[in-house]
Structure formats: C-alpha cells, structure tokens
T-cell receptor, first 113, second 119 residues
Framework: TQLLEQSPQFLSIQEGENLTVYCNSS?????LQWYRQEPGEGPVLLVT?????EVKKLKRLTFQFGDARKDSSLHITAAQPGDTGLYLC?????????????FGGGTRVLVKP | GAVVSQHPSWVICKSGTSVKIECRSL??????MFWYRQFPKQSLMLMAT?????????EQGVEKDKFLINHASLTLSTLTVTSAHPEDSSFYIC???????????????FGPGTRLTVL
C-alpha cells in the first residue's frame, strides 16, 4: 500500500475539457509538492503547498491542500495538448527522517487535440 | 535558479562493467542530494540520500556495495553502478535540496535523468 495514493492512474481527455487529479493519504504532511514529468526528462516542480486549506493557482492549474494536510488535488481548466504528461504528487510527512519525499504513484494525463 | 544537471543523459554498457552518473547543482549549494530510479510508466523510487562529506543513507533493499554514492562537494554527487546487469537498466534521476533557499519547504529540484541500458 502506497503512503500517497494518486487517482486516477490514467486520464485521457479532449482538448478544452477539465480534469482533476487527487492525492490522498492517511498521514499528515508538512508540505506537499506537485510535479509534471515528460518522457525522458526529470520531474519539474509546479507548486508547493504548506498550509491546510491552501489554494494556489498557476494559470489554468489550481492546487488545493486539504484542511488536515492529508490530501491534495490538482485541477486543470480547459486542458491543452501541452498539458500531457505524468503528474506526480510528493510530500514530506511530519517527522519524516531526513525530510525524504514520499511520492504518489503518478497520474498519466493525455490531452488529445 | 535551482538548476540540477546530470551527466550522461544516456549510457549503454556491457554486463559486468561499471557506470558512473554525475549530478550537479549549477546555481546553488546542495548539502543533500537524492538518487531515484524509475521504471517505465512508474513513479520514482528513492534509492539513497546523499549528504556532503558523509556516507549515504540507503533505502531498504538497495545494495550499497552495488550502487556507490559519493557526495564530495556541495555541488556534486556521483552514483556508480558497479558490475551492472540487464536488470539494472532503468532511468536514474537525482535531485538536490537548496539549503539556503528561503522560505525553505525542503523542496527538491530534479535533474533531467540518465537512461542506463545494460546489454
């Protein structure tokens, strides 16, 4: 069982549609990050959320951190083919040794033109 | 800022040989670097945490004698895969944490990855 469960694992949508990716855990996180990774490249940091209930917006992307800091969501409005990629949530659990990042399993998003 | 590079970007080697992968933080000093491996269509799996000037901390199940890590300076960590076998073929990614970044949320910045293929 993964400490951070991401859902769905795969999402295929048409350009212009909206999508939401969820990241859930039974553990509390001091901070949580969202990354996007394209094939053959390393993950690129999109956002860090640290406060329960926090909402951050990055153009068409909206990130939310749950009140209890156990879950997070990423919402993309009017998706474009350039949004295609692997979306990863990762967090640092409270009292994590060495501040290690715990990764979710990833959500593969395909936006078709 | 917060740029991390890796070299080489891809490497093909024969079974039994050793391969060294370099990870550099280009515009900041990284007291801590992390090494991950990623199999196709899967998430990242942490292999070890590398601290400058001290021994690396390996995750359970990762052989420290097979995956040698050296963090000799604040901007460079190396991973050497010794006596490589085909099952070691994978995408290896490093990350670095900028200890001077403020505010600090212990964010990690990732390199572009190194694809290793062992024949």
């Amino acid at each position: 069982t993964q400490l951070l469960e991401q859902s769905p694992q795969f999402l295929s949508i048409q350009e212009g549609e909206n999508l939401t990716v969820y990241c859930n855990s039974s553990s509390v996180f001091s901070s949580l990050q969202w990354y996007r990774q394209e094939p053959g490249e390393g993950p690129v940091l999109l956002v860090t959320v640290v406060t329960g209930g926090e909402v951050k917006k990055l153009k068409r992307l909206t990130f939310q951190f749950g009140d209890a800091r156990k879950d997070s969501s990423l919402h993309i409005t009017a998706a474009q083919p350039g949004d295609t990629g692997l979306y990863l949530c990762a967090g640092i659990m409270i009292k994590a040794a060495g501040n290690k990042l715990t990764f979710g399993g990833g959500t593969r998003v395909l936006v078709k033109p | 800022g917060a740029v991390v590079s890796q070299h080489p970007s891809w490497v093909i080697c024969k079974s039994g040989t050793s391969v060294k992968i370099e990870c550099r933080s280009l515009d900041f000093q990284a007291t801590t670097m992390f090494w991950y491996r990623q199999f196709p269509k899967q998430s990242l799996m942490l292999m070890a945490t590398s601290n400058e000037g001290s021994k690396a901390t390996y995750e359970q199940g990762v052989e420290k004698d097979k995956f040698l890590i050296n963090h000799a300076s604040l901007t460079l960590s190396t991973l050497t895969v010794t006596s490589a076998h085909p099952e070691d073929s994978s995408f290896y990614i490093c990350s670095a944490r900028d200890g001077d970044r403020s505010p600090s949320y212990n964010e990690q910045f990732f390199g572009p990855g190194t694809r290793l293929t062992v024949l």
